[in-house]
């Protein structure tokens, strides 16, 4: 195995708290390990107990251990879309060879220069996503290296969270013993791939169901344009069901998962399940299609929620129509009724891995194949060596099973800015 083909990716969500140990082998993703632990501590996308979630941290992360063997040490961190906001920008530098031929020097100078722009105290950059480079007036470049010019211009969209919010994520990283190895936008990573190369060219609203919340994030011309978050997700649905049935939460949970339908003209009104009822040695019984009304009519409420923040975000038209990813997304139905409400095309996207095939593991799959995606842009050195972070109170380091090499810092500021944060929040 090519160690720096290894990546380890971080999704901590409302609901669950993922970890996934992945290879890339000529840009095919291997899953080999996997954690997911129910999250404490998370709330609606935002972290509310540091300890509770440093401890699901830890739990998710020795399941994905137990199963390669591998001691992981380092990861790749997806941020919520919470508070965030994107800008464009654009960086112009001047190309330094003898023979004008642009380099990785002139694209890390170009990346770096666009970042240039003052950052309001209260926030923070996470990342930078080219939209074009032009050489010389010469526009809509993919990759100008290689190419002979004066003048190197970018144009990049910058996205940026609160800081608070962020520090909060890197101090429980920093608590579960794990340095990083980059950070992105949560929806970034998953919707990059989850779209097709159509849907993300035509105009998709992405919208990832979670538990505490649900993230919309809308695609043009092959570019990130929009993201929103509603504070409303499939924990409001499990709490509907726990409410009307008078049964407990946990119960609950396992009603929907295991009976619930969200198109209640689908639902079956023959077989009954029993309900344990709270406080009682008793049971009632109901139907699949009496669980149906429920979730439906929170499921209904959540995309008119949907089609209120598409239109405060600007957003009039979706020829690619709406794809739907996430934990809620595996309710039977839910696309029939999406269809209904949104008025547009929808589907329902699901990773096809083994051992991950689920919506909720969307953008755990996103950030593994989103990293290896710009190492494999900007380039990666092969006498790299794991990045080493100076934080305050971090724990003592253990013996590793097993070391992967990290990317240099070629990546100019993409790379190495996860360092630059931590160095910044805890030295």
């Known amino acids: 195995m090519n160690q720096q083909d290894l990546y380890i990716s971080l999704d901590i969500g409302s609901s669950s708290i993922k970890v996934l140990i992945g290879e890339m082998s000529d840009g095919q993703l291997h899953v080999i390990g996997v954690g997911n632990v129910k999250s404490n501590g998370v709330r609606k996308g935002a972290i509310v107990d540091i300890d509770a979630t440093v401890q699901s941290i830890r739990k998710a992360i020795e399941q994905a251990e137990r199963m390669t063997g591998y001691q992981i040490n380092e990861v790749v961190l997806g941020v919520p879309a919470n508070q965030t906001m994107l800008q464009l920008v654009k960086g112009v530098v001047a190309v330094n060879s003898e023979n004008r031929e642009i380099t990785d020097d002139d694209l890390d100078r170009v990346v770096e220069s666009a970042q240039v722009m003052s950052i ?134 396992q009603i929907k998962h295991q009976f619930g339908h969200a198109f209640y003209d689908d639902a079956s009104d023959d077989e009954l399940f029993e309900v344990p009822v709270v406080g009682t040695d008793s049971t009632d019984q109901y139907s699949q299609r009496f669980i149906a009304e429920i979730i439906g009519a929170r499921l209904e409420e959540l995309f008119e929620l949907v089609i209120d923040e598409l239109a405060r975000l600007g957003v009039r038209d979706l020829p690619g129509g709406v794809v739907l990813t996430g934990g809620v997304a595996k309710l039977e139905g839910i696309a029939q009724l999406a269809r209904q409400i949104l008025q547009t095309r929808v589907r329902i996207y699901t990773p096809d891995y083994i051992g991950v095939r689920e919506p909720s593991f969307t953008t755990a799959v996103g950030l593994i194949r989103y990293a290896y995606l710009e190492d494999d842009f900007y380039g990666k050195s092969t006498n790299a060596q794991p990045l080493e972070y100076s934080v305050v109170g971090s724990p003592a380091a253990t013996p590793k099973k097993q070391e992967y090499a990290a990317p240099s810092e070629s990546k100019g500021s993409v790379i190495g800015r996860a360092k630059k944060l931590f160095d910044k929040f805890f030295d």
Do not use: W
């Open 120 to 253: 309001p105290p209260e926030r923070e950059l996470v990342n930078i996503i080219p939209r074009q480079f032009i050489v010389d007036n010469l526009d809509e470049i993919k990759d100008p290296r290689g190419m002979i010019g004066i003048r190197l211009e970018m144009d990049a969209t910058m996205i940026t969270t609160s800081k608070t919010l962020l520090h909060n994520v890197l101090r429980c990283v920093e608590r579960a013993g794990l340095s990083i190895r980059e950070i992105y936008l949560q929806p970034l990573a998953a919707g990059f791939f989850a779209l097709t190369e159509d849907e993300k060219n035509q105009g998709t609203a992405f919208v990832d169901l979670g538990g505490g919340s649900t993230t919309i994030t809308v695609f043009e011309e092959g570019l990130l344009t929009h993201t929103g978050v509603i504070p409303v997700g499939g924990d409001h649905i499990t709490k509907d069901i726990s409410i009307v049935l008078k049964t407990p939460t946990e119960q609950a949970e």
